[in-house]
């Protein structure tokens, strides 16, 4: 599914921006406005709102989209950078629009509201960022405070363009900002288009920016760095189960787990209006992995090589029992200590944690783990690992999986199906997905379950 911005996204936005002008809200767009309202080179609309209205503009956002039918909402902020996303499932639609309130890196205000808004003109009865301070605001925010920093080839050539076109200003507000030297350097680089070497100066960049924000602003920089620190703390680590987003799948080999989550990750990118180069969705195979696997432990150890042959996942024989219980034991520990540092990262950076299996697998399919245990143990253990809120069953005719792959036996797929079938029928928190169907039907019901789940109804 494409992210395309057309009219039907335009109608919202204009609908949008005049309730913001009847309210006298002051706010204007920022980057990739060209062909705006009807259409749009970037996939979402980043507005600057004047601090201290954000919540009235997101009010009054959220009404428009309720306004325009669509029937989910997620909102999520970092920092003073609010997103906000509306989707309809049935009409295929979503749209995503940022509401910034002064722009703000990580505590950190290079420019204030009030010094944006002066260079400001109309586009399309539009206010946007005039193109001097696009490339003066392109070269700060995406280089200042990130330690990986990377300029994407649009921002390079919005930046070369604005010097070149606004060489004097460019320079003078550049040298207000970083000082004389560092200014004379970047310039340079610059008019090479060396922007790999503008990159490597972040530590420089940050450390001088840093300084002319504490000198111009001392209080409100105390108050929007310990407003970041404490939001980030906030979220990840106090109440990060309020933001995770956690789902698993489980199903015998064979039953096209693979190409259901490639094809419903899709979709969910779809819908929460991004591209695979995101990243939004973390896969992680059956456990955490914060501990190694056993037999790469062992390998080290020296006291065995590890098999890495993983076409037959019955090839290995059940431990003895008490092999069995320091086993199960291990994997649970992963499990316990790996959600927490997997998932919090996960909600740090906004992402869904998606387990491909999961613990369950102790209880259905023990040999894949080698465990030789009665089930009330398996079960016990499977109970102190963290419990997932959404687990998807694929569920298909015994035959129709042993003809897409020949791993497991035809009685095995028969065991594990009724198996799996079971766990769902005994737990509200598992559905149950037709694998017979086609995999954009049974990604299209999982993400309607997602949805419900992990968003707003509007």
């Known amino acids: 599914m494409q992210i395309t911005w057309d009219e039907k996204h335009g109608k919202i936005l204009t609908s949008f921006l005049d309730k913001l002008n009847g309210k006298n809200i002051k706010w204007f767009i920022i980057r990739g406005f060209v062909g705006l309202p009807e259409h749009n080179p970037s996939k979402d609309v980043d ?8 919540k009235k503009a997101a009010i009054l956002l959220k009404e428009t989209f309720r306004d325009c039918d669509l029937e989910y909402f997620h909102a999520d ?7 906000y996303i509306a989707l309809n499932t049935t009409r295929k639609f979503s749209i995503h629009i940022d509401l910034i309130e002064g722009y703000i890196s990580k505590g950190f205000e290079v420019f204030t509201f009030e010094e944006l808004y002066q260079h400001t003109i109309l586009y399309n009865n539009m206010r946007v960022l005039d193109e001097l301070m696009n490339g003066i605001m392109l070269l700060v925010y995406k280089i200042f405070g990130y330690h990986n920093a990377k300029l994407k080839k649009a921002y390079q050539d919005d930046i070369f363009d604005s010097y070149k076109k606004y060489k004097t200003e460019f320079t003078e507000m550049l040298q207000y900002l970083l000082g004389t030297e560092l200014c004379e350097n970047i310039c340079k680089l610059i008019e090479i288009r060396d922007f790999q070497s503008i990159v490597k100066l972040e530590p420089e960049f940050t450390k001088k920016l840093k300084k002319y924000t504490w000198k111009k602003r001392p209080i409100w920089t105390l108050k929007y760095t310990c407003e970041f620190f404490t939001q980030k703390v906030f979220r990840v680590v106090f109440h990060y189960k309020k933001y995770a987003k956690v789902f698993a799948v489980l199903a015998p080999d064979g039953t096209g787990k693979t190409t259901f989550l490639d094809t419903l990750i ?3 990118n779809f819908y929460y209006v991004n591209t695979e180069a995101d990243h939004r969705f973390h896969v992680y195979h059956f456990r955490p992995t914060v501990l190694p696997n056993l037999g790469e432990v062992g390998e080290k150890a020296g006291v065995m090589k590890q098999d ?15 092999s069995s219980l320091a ?4 994997y649970t520990l992963d499990y316990i200590v790996g959600w927490q540092k997997c998932v919090r990262y996960d909600v740090h950076y906004d992402k869904y944690t998606i387990f491909d299996r999961y613990s369950y697998d102790f209880i259905v399919d023990p040999l894949r783990t080698k465990l030789n245990l009665p089930k009330s143990v398996r079960k ?10 959404i687990v998807f069953v694929l569920q298909a005719k015994p035959e129709t999986v042993y003809a897409r792959k020949q791993e497991l036996e035809l009685d095995e797929i028969k ?9 769902a029928d005994s737990n509200k928190r ?3 997905i037709d694998a017979e169907k086609t995999p954009d039907e049974m990604a299209e019901e999982a993400a309607a379950i997602l949805l419900e789940h992990y968003t707003e109804k509007l």
Not at 78 to 83: E, T
Not at 380 to 389: G, H
């Open 308 to 322: 890495t042959d993983f076409t037959n996942p019955h090839r290995g024989k059940p431990a003895n029992p008490l």
């Open 430 to 432: 598992f559905y149950i």
């Open 77 to 83: 902020s970092f920092g003073h950078v609010h997103c």
């Open 380 to 389: 016990f253990f499977v109970a102190l690992t963290p419990q997932i809120k």
């Open 266 to 268: 899709g979709k969910m």
């Open 47 to 54: 507005m600057m709102i004047e601090v201290g209205k954000e």
């Open 415 to 423: 065991r594990q199906i009724a198996a799996y079938k079971e766990l």
């Open 327 to 330: 086993r199960i034991a291990y």
